[in-house]
């Protein structure tokens, strides 16, 4: 995962599990994705699901990876070659997996399971086209609705859509997001249309 690139990323639970059952499952997946991602990573839209989820983020510059902040453990400090993580690309890699082991790990002992929780190792996808960003966020957003876990996107609070429509503080890049579309009249009229895009999620 290259600086300055943006990338869907996105998983699945294994087989029919869920990865969230509960609200508080949901809200602890966001605050681990917070303290490992924040640092490496801009987000510009999210959506959690009971069974999988995509992320919109945008890799932070080189700089800014060097430049991080060491607080004692190794989720905090800035990149610096290791055996571990030889390259930048394997470090912003790294800090994902930590995020997700330790979710798992985390769920496996609230519910008393054991076994993979995902389905495989996480997808990433480049995005390098200005079209593409803009319909990558609108699909990110309609999942619920084209899942059929809701039928209208503002009443799918675990997305991002959630707050554009309201002035909860948030780590999301929201006025960046806005800026993709020129407007927020622009960017409320185009989710209301159907995303075409076909993407092969898992």
Not at 178 to 200: A, G, M, R
Request: hydrophobic share 35%; proline share 4%.
């Amino acid at each position: 995962m290259q600086p300055d690139t943006f990338y869907h990323i996105y998983n699945h639970a294994n087989g029919n599990e869920n990865l969230f059952r509960n609200d508080n499952n949901y809200n602890y997946f966001l605050q681990r994705y917070v303290h490992f991602i924040a640092p490496v990573a801009d987000t510009y839209a999210y959506c959690l699901m009971p069974n999988h989820f995509h992320f919109l983020v945008k890799i932070k510059s080189e700089d800014q990876l060097l430049a991080i902040p060491g607080k004692g453990t190794k989720h905090c400090k800035g990149f610096t070659p290791s055996k571990a993580y030889p390259t930048i690309d394997k470090y912003v890699i790294g800090k994902f997996a930590d995020l997700f082991n330790g979710y798992a790990q985390a769920y496996n002992k609230l519910y008393e399971r054991k076994g993979s929780l995902f389905r495989h190792p996480f997808k990433r996808k480049p995005i390098i086209d200005d079209d593409y960003l803009a319909e990558i966020i609108r699909y990110i957003h309609s999942n619920p609705v084209h899942h059929g876990f809701t039928k209208e996107l503002e009443d799918w609070q675990h997305s991002s859509f959630f707050y554009f429509l309201n002035t909860r503080k948030t780590f999301l890049k929201l006025n960046e997001v806005i800026e993709i579309y020129n407007s927020f009249d622009e960017f409320l009229n185009l989710h209301k249309q159907t995303v075409q895009l076909k993407i092969n999620e898992f």
